[in-house]
Structure formats: C-alpha cells, structure tokens
C-alpha cells in the first residue's frame, strides 16, 4: 500500500546585503530561541536577491563565503538573482567579480542551472499611471 507522504519545505528570501548585517550580527534581536542567521543558513531552499549590490569589502566576501560552504557541504540549494552577468571582464561588473570566485565555485559546481532573463526593469517603468500614459501617447 502506498501512502503518500507530505513534506514541508522551508524556503527564506533575502536581499544579500540584509543577509551581510544579519551575519554580522546587527540584525540579531533580543529574542535568544530565535537566530535569524542560522534560519537562512539552514533553510531548505535559500534565494538570495540583489546580488552585486553587497558591500564589496573581503570582509563581507568572507562572511557570506562560510554561509555558502554551510550550504554546499550540506546539499542545500541556494537561488542568486543578480542583474550582473557571471563573467565579465576587469573592468565589467559581473556577479564573479563581486562574490568571488571560491563562492562562485560552490555556486556553479554540480547540477547548477543558470538562468538568463531579458526584458526592461519593472522598476525603471514608474507609477502605473505613468505607463498608461506612455501607452497612450505612443499609440
């Protein structure tokens, strides 16, 4: 008899410079049961968004590469969203250039999928009415 089995998966989302504070223990609370580092480093899946915008410090690299080891070691996926390009040259700015390249290893090593979107920033389009009057203009 086969009876199906649920399982619930955690999944954290965080902007990589709020994850560099919170690693650096300012956005630590007084809460002592709750450690909001340890949630993201052990979160079944973690997505990390804005990567590239981070302090670009070897500090900060350091901090986020024993997040990224903790990870890797332990099989759980990690989802980088960054408007940079992975390769780039000296003078590019390219998600390499920024995380480095012992996290871009564990990053890219294995079954990683890279993912390449197009299209205009929803953030540079402004208010929804200043669309609709683009719209209407250019009809």
């Known amino acids: 008899m086969n009876i199906p089995v649920r399982k619930t998966i955690s999944c954290e989302y ?14 630590a609370t007084e809460d002592t049961e709750y450690n909001p580092y340890s949630t993201f480093k052990t979160s079944d899946i973690l997505i990390i ?15 986020l590469f024993a997040l990224f080891e903790y ?3 332990n ?3 990690t989802i980088v969203i960054s408007n940079y390009a992975i390769e780039g040259t000296d003078r590019q700015k ?46």
């Open 14 to 27: 965080i902007a990589i410079y709020n994850l560099i504070e919170l690693i650096r223990g300012r956005g």
């Open 49 to 63: 968004d804005e990567a590239g915008v981070q302090y670009d410090t070897d500090n900060a690299r350091a901090d």
């Open 71 to 73: 990870r890797y070691n």
């Open 75 to 77: 099989f759980k996926p």
């Open 94 to 139: 390219s998600l390499r250039n920024y995380l480095g390249q012992r996290i871009m290893d564990r990053l890219m090593s294995g079954v990683s999928k890279q993912f390449h979107l197009e299209g205009r920033s929803m953030r540079r389009r402004g208010s929804g009415k200043a669309r609709l009057v683009e719209e209407e203009v250019s009809a």
